[in-house]
């Protein structure tokens, strides 16, 4: 689908942080048109600042009817920021939130309870076209509006759609928050490198290779990943010494990772209750 809609009555983003602006570089590039685009923010980045010469709206009056206000400000900001977009509300414009933990139903008390508003969970690897972001709409979306929201996130990676709004805070704790754990674990493999005599940089170069080529061939391969793990994995080689360590049922990466996400998803839970 194009972004005509978007195109012809206008795109708000309110918040143009990392996610803000990692979403805006995409639609830009998918044809997005500057002067259809009115950023709100406080402290816009200089890249922002430069959009205005291309006709982008900064921290101007909002448009009447905009098809669509993205909300990409932190969830603790949200009582602050939100007054500023109650004229939009309960019309045609469809709202857009990618907040962690705030719920439809805070966005429909603060905004009318008449507005189409949709829930999403992108994540920063959108900022190089390959995010994945997860969206459910409330029932005042259609299918055309939810379109528009997909075509969208669509443009910085992939989407999925969810059956109820419960999965969110799962999905938060997964791939919205995830990108982090790989990144950890890019930087305690390049560590662990280090430890076993590798110059830093170099064990660096091969832990972020590494981590890179695993996630291209666990997407692009029809085997699963479990399949691919056991073809990395010789009998009774260097490998099967490591998976010993990781797998271990107490204090193993499964063990682990599972507290993690537990963590994040009651995370998400309590910020949506603050
Ligand atoms: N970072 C991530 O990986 C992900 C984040 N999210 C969600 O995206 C949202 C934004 O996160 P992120 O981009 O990381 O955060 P950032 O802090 O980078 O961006 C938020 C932006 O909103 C601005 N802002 C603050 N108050 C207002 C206001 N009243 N009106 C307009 N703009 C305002 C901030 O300005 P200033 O800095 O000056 O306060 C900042 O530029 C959050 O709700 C988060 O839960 C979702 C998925 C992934
Ligand atoms: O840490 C956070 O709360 C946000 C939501 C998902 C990723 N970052």
């Given at each position: 689908?194009?972004?005509?809609?978007?195109?012809?009555?206008?795109?708000?983003?309110?918040?143009?942080?990392?996610?803000?602006?990692?979403?805006?570089?995409?639609?830009?590039?998918?044809?997005?048109?500057?002067?259809?685009?009115?950023?709100?923010?406080?402290?816009?980045?200089?890249?922002?600042?430069?959009?205005?010469?291309?006709?982008?709206?900064?921290?101007?009056?909002?448009?009447?009817?905009?098809?669509?206000?993205?909300?990409?400000?932190?969830?603790?900001?949200?009582?602050?920021?939100?007054?500023?977009?109650?004229?939009?509300?309960?019309?045609?414009?469809?709202?857009?939130?990618?907040?962690?933990?705030?719920?439809?139903?805070?966005?429909?008390?603060?905004?009318?309870?008449?507005?189409?508003?949709?829930?999403?969970?992108?994540?920063?690897?959108?900022?190089?076209?390959?995010?994945?972001?997860?969206?459910?709409?409330?029932?005042?979306?259609?299918?055309?509006?939810?379109?528009?929201?997909?075509?969208?996130?669509?443009?910085?990676?992939?989407?999925?759609?969810?059956?109820?709004?419960?999965?969110?805070?799962?999905?938060?704790?997964?791939?919205?928050?995830?990108?982090?754990?790989?990144?950890?674990?890019?930087?305690?493999?390049?560590?662990?490198?280090?430890?076993?005599?590798?110059?830093?940089?170099?064990?660096?170069?091969?832990?972020?290779?590494?981590?890179?080529?695993?996630?291209?061939?666990?997407?692009?391969?029809?085997?699963?990943?479990?399949?691919?793990r056991?073809?990395?994995t010789?009998?009774?080689?260097?490998t099967a010494a490591a998976l010993e360590v990781l797998m271990n049922e107490t204090d193993g990466f499964p063990a682990l990772l599972n507290r993690?996400?537990?963590?994040?998803?009651?995370?998400?839970?309590?910020?949506?209750?603050?």
């Open positions: 689908m194009t972004l005509s809609r978007v195109n012809e009555n206008g795109l708000v983003l309110l918040g143009c942080g990392k996610m803000g602006s990692a979403m805006l570089q995409g639609w830009l590039a998918q044809g997005l048109n500057a002067n259809s685009v009115t950023v709100i923010d406080p402290h816009p980045s200089q890249w922002v600042q430069g959009l205005v010469q291309q006709g982008l709206h900064l921290n101007e009056p909002l448009p009447t009817t905009p098809a669509i206000c993205i909300i990409a400000v932190k969830p603790q900001m949200m009582g602050d920021a939100l007054p500023a977009l109650r004229a939009l509300g309960n019309g045609t414009t469809v709202f857009l939130s990618i907040a962690a933990g705030t719920s439809i139903g805070a966005f429909a008390d603060a905004l009318g309870d008449q507005s189409p508003i949709i829930r999403a969970m992108p994540n920063t690897p959108a900022a190089v076209g390959q995010g994945i972001t997860a969206l459910i709409g409330n029932a005042h979306i259609n299918d055309a509006d939810m379109q528009m929201g997909e075509a969208l996130l669509s443009a910085v990676g992939q989407t999925v759609r969810l059956a109820s709004e419960d999965q969110m805070d799962a999905v938060t704790a997964v791939s919205g928050s995830g990108p982090a754990y790989v990144f950890h674990l890019i930087e305690t493999l390049a560590a662990a490198g280090v430890a076993q005599g590798l110059p830093k940089d170099m064990a660096l170069q091969l832990a972020k290779a590494t981590v890179a080529g695993a996630g291209a061939l666990a997407q692009a391969a029809d085997e699963d990943p479990t399949q691919l056991i073809n990395v010789s009998p009774n080689g260097t993690a996400v537990t963590a994040a998803a009651d995370r998400s839970r309590e910020l949506g209750k603050e």
